[in-house]
């Protein structure tokens, strides 16, 4: 199996300037290593948080030039393993998150993992083992890692989990495709600004599909499939995904455009993934079963 470590080359900027790594076929599975969000520079209590380098936030291995990727096509990868370090960290600061302008100093907190548990004092929190960085190079000017957007990125969307399917809009040449900032766990929202922050590997299959379009990045499990968007604003964001998905399955069925909104109202959620990133992030999730009923093959 091909392997790649945050030794060969790390970005902070999806960028289509950006050279790759790695060259890899379509269909082709790797190991990716990651730094944790804060580049593994918080490793205990004593460490002083304002005094980390803040340049060196949210490092995604990468990028991979994915051979047959071309701009319009839609690069898939299926999450199939994620591996995680036995310690996270989390912080806390003025102006992180949605509490920040309470908080006076920043802060962290070393959390253990042991036993797929995060121990947070006396509490034991169940792993959500979960990629928050991920995504392809964008069309235009680069993208700080810190930032989503069409392109993916900094979604924190915990779906992007082990058995997750992703497909993103692919804008140049190769996709150059990366990853990071895994969370053991995290809740929708993200609201401190940080979730379980954790080292880690991840094991993807990429391939490329030809004759597909997207706009913004889906997802699909073994039970949904979801259309996520990146927006200035929650509205916004929550609206387009749904939008959305309501046109691509009108495009992909018999139905006409109103009896498909009216049945996305009856059974599609609209989700929060992250609110503290300099765009929110919302997804619309759509179960299976009514895709399968509909004989819709969303792509």
Not at 222 to 249: G, H, N, P, Y
Request: net charge negative; with cysteine.
């Amino acid at each position: 199996m091909e392997t790649l470590s945050y030794e060969n080359g790390i970005i902070y900027e999806f960028n289509k300037d950006n050279a790759y790594t790695k060259k890899v076929a379509s269909g082709t599975t790797i190991r990716i290593e990651t730094y944790d969000c804060f580049q593994n520079q918080i490793q205990s209590p004593e460490t002083e948080v304002g005094g980390i380098d803040w340049d060196k936030i949210n490092p995604a291995t990468g990028p991979i030039f994915v051979e047959d990727a071309m701009p319009g096509d839609v690069l898939k990868v299926k999450i199939e393993k994620i591996e995680i370090g036995d310690q996270g960290v989390m912080v806390v600061g003025p102006g992180l998150g949605i509490m920040g302008d309470h908080i006076e100093e920043m802060g962290s907190k070393i959390l253990p993992i042991r036993n797929d548990k995060v121990i947070f004092n006396d509490l034991e929190i169940p792993l959500n083992k979960m990629i928050g960085v991920i995504g392809v190079a964008p069309d235009g000017e680069g993208v700080n890692c810190g930032t989503p957007g069409a392109h993916g990125g900094n979604m924190d969307n915990k779906m992007v989990a082990e058995g997750a399917t992703l497909y993103f809009p692919v804008a140049t040449e190769g996709a150059l495709f990366s990853l990071g900032d895994f969370h053991a766990a995290m809740g929708d929202g993200e609201v401190s600004v940080s979730g379980i922050e954790v080292p880690g590997a991840a094991t993807v299959t990429v391939e490329v599909i030809k004759g597909e379009t997207l706009q913004h990045p889906m997802l699909e499990n073994e039970e949904v499939f979801t259309q996520i968007v990146s927006a200035e604003t929650l509205d916004e964001a929550a609206k387009v995904a749904a939008s959305e998905m309501i046109e691509r399955i009108t495009a992909k069925s018999t139905l006409p455009l109103s009896e498909v909104t009216m049945l996305m109202s009856a059974v599609g959620q609209a989700e929060i993934c992250q609110i503290v990133d300099p765009l929110m992030t919302a997804r619309f999730v759509v179960p299976k079963w009514v895709l399968e009923k509909l004989d819709v093959q969303l792509i």
